[in-house]
């Protein structure tokens, strides 16, 4: 009997496509679509934006001529991605909910479901591609479009479930997906790509974090100390940005929070060096193989998505790891990513904790 997979279904084209060459391959297929969260209307049809998404997935499933299973997941992602998204907001930091909802969610429950069901293995649309040594362990690796390449976000999978994971477009470019779409008559075949928060899509981001953090209003300063405008709450400016906040003259660019003052210090270019960073202490580590590397050579790090990541130098044997890039990095925030990579290889990241300016001035807002 043919192997079986169960494959996630967002009602997007690359899930679509995925599931297409699953059934070319000739696994036995089950789709799978997810229902984390209700709340989000779609801004042309004002109905519930999973509703329109589920249905698009069905219309894919019945084309592929293969079942569609609904998993509920709704309360596990507020409890397991959306609370902590809000209290790291709330303590300054920059979280990514992404990282947590494949952690938990697509690679978390949906895997134990699809083990709860014996089905063999697990599927995704993501641009990523895992290879197996001869020891069974299973390796993270960078897509091969590297415009669309997803192994950032996936840094924090688990062994055992990325073990039983198959991304069958990670081989693909987003255009030759489209392509495929098309030839097979997929109703998503022309479906925009989902923005914004896993499962929530495209909305502003300080509006969402009001809805559970009152506004907390502040001062703006110049790296001077020189008061020249004002913020509603830190939690709503991510650093780097030149959004956010309200200040005479400008362009300025958000470049450290203090949250004891409450006050937010903007610098007036993108080359000023309180944006950059030399170094960083990363906590929380989590390894793809289960082991961290040996020793650090060749291994660079990206802090945020399709970031150009950049050598470093580790100290491995610590649980807190400090880095130290071989060259500054622009705009990095306690709680991002710092994901880690030799070559093609996703090794896996840790969150960043606390980093230090390029200027090697005073360390404002940069973390505990």
């Not at 109905?47 to 069905?58: P, Q, T, V």
């Not at 997803?150 to 991304?167: D, G, P």
């Not at 003259?249 to 030399?278: F, I, T």
Request: net charge positive; with cysteine.
């Amino acid at each position: 009997m043919s192997k079986s997979v169960l494959i996630g279904m967002s009602g997007g084209v690359d899930s679509s496509v995925a599931a297409a060459l699953l059934v070319k391959t000739g696994y036995r297929v089950i789709g799978g679509f997810i229902k984390n969260w209700s709340d989000t209307k779609d801004i042309w049809s004002g109905e519930c934006r999973w509703k329109g998404d589920r249905r698009d997935a069905i219309r894919v499933a019945a084309k592929l001529d293969i079942p569609l299973l609904t998993f509920d997941f709704e309360e596990a992602y507020r409890k397991h991605v959306i609370d902590p998204m809000f209290r790291a907001y709330q303590k300054g930091s920059t979280p990514n909910p992404d990282v947590l909802c494949n952690q938990e969610i697509k690679f978390g429950l949906f895997f134990h479901e699809a083990r709860r069901l014996k089905i063999d293995y697990i599927a995704t649309g993501h641009y990523a591609r895992v290879r197996t040594d001869r020891d069974g362990i299973a390796h993270l690796l960078r897509g091969r479009d590297p415009d669309k390449d997803q192994s950032y976000f996936l840094h924090r999978v688990q062994q055992k479930a990325l073990a039983r994971t198959l991304f069958p477009v990670g081989a693909l470019k987003k255009p030759d997906v489209r392509k495929i779409a098309r030839s097979l008559g997929l109703a998503t075949a022309e479906k925009k790509e989902s923005m914004g928060i896993c499962f929530i899509g495209k909305q502003d981001m300080k509006d969402f974090l009001r809805t559970r953090i009152p506004s907390r209003p502040g001062s703006v300063t110049d790296p001077n100390g020189l008061v020249i405008g004002a913020h509603d709450g830190l939690d709503g400016v991510t650093i780097g940005q030149r959004h956010g906040f309200q200040a005479k003259g400008g362009p300025w660019y958000a470049a450290a929070k203090d949250p004891v003052s409450n006050c937010l210090v903007v610098v007036p270019n993108r080359e000023h060096p309180l944006l950059y960073v030399r170094n960083a202490r990363i906590g929380d580590p989590h390894w793809v193989t289960g082991r961290a590397p040996a020793s650090d050579r060749g291994i660079s790090c990206a802090v945020r998505y399709r970031q150009k990541d950049v050598p470093v130098t580790i100290d491995l044997r610590a649980k807190k790891m400090d880095i130290q890039f071989q060259k500054p990095v622009f705009a990095v925030a306690p709680g991002q990513s710092a994901v880690f990579y030799k070559g093609q290889e996703c090794l896996g990241g840790g969150i960043i904790e606390r980093t230090s300016p390029e200027a090697g001035g005073k360390d404002v807002g940069r973390g505990a």
